[in-house]
């Protein structure tokens, strides 16, 4: 069995709700993937390290308050969406990918869970006309065709210490991307927080709006 120790390392003020939403991770993402690929096969057994606390790493650098609202664009199997719905469960998680088989695990992780701050959508993020604080993603494209997708879809209010705008996490040597995109994008290493070698070449990209 997989343990989720590596996420208590980090995380250590965690409730026992919290620690026992963590603790399921693993068996729920085993079932579902084995029907639904979400996660590569031999990433698997890397779940903890490699998706969940990749995820939290948007959580070192920015600590979401109750009653804001994130949007997860391209969450595939619910990336980073779910490890940080878990850790904020008074913030609002919407969730979105334009693959419907995708959602449906996310929603069923997210029932599973008993998380009541996630809501799944089957929908491209073109169509998503609510506004939030934060749009989060996981390495979903290129800097420069990510951000017309969610231009405009950021709350004009700001509630957080740190402004409402984009928290993208990629990997390896960005500087070209974010030279093409003509962004104003902040980068911050997550070996900053985390040891392992893993997290060497990954950030949080974060683009103020």
């Not at 579902?32 to 890397?46: A, G, L, P, T």
């Not at 940080?84 to 992780?109: C, R, Y």
């Not at 993020?125 to 231009?151: C, H, M």
Request: net charge neutral; glycine share 6%.
């Amino acid at each position: 069995m997989v343990k989720p120790d590596i996420i208590f390392k980090y995380f250590p003020d965690l409730t026992q709700q919290q620690i026992e939403q963590f603790e399921k991770l693993y068996e729920l993402y085993s079932f579902w993937n084995s029907q639904i690929n979400v996660i590569s096969r031999k990433d698997i057994d890397e779940l903890y390290e490699r998706h969940i606390l990749h995820s939290l790493g948007i959580a070192k650098f920015c600590t979401f308050k109750p009653d804001e609202k994130v949007l997860d664009v391209g969450t595939g199997g619910g990336f980073p969406g779910i490890p940080l719905a878990i850790l904020f469960p008074e913030t609002q998680f919407h969730l979105v990918d334009s693959i419907g088989k995708k959602i449906k695990v996310v929603n069923e992780v997210a029932a599973a869970l008993g998380l009541k701050n996630v809501k799944g959508s089957h929908s491209r993020a073109e169509q998503i006309t609510d506004k939030y604080n934060f749009v989060v993603s996981r390495a979903v494209t290129r800097l420069g065709d990510f951000y017309p997708w969610v231009r405009g879809k950021f709350a004009k209010e700001n509630i957080n210490a740190l402004r409402n705008g984009i928290l993208y996490l990629k990997g390896g040597d960005l500087t070209e991307e974010i030279k093409e995109s003509k962004l104003k994008a902040e980068l911050y290493p997550l070996s900053a927080y985390f040891e392992e070698d893993f997290f060497e070449t990954k950030y949080v990209v974060y683009i103020p709006q």
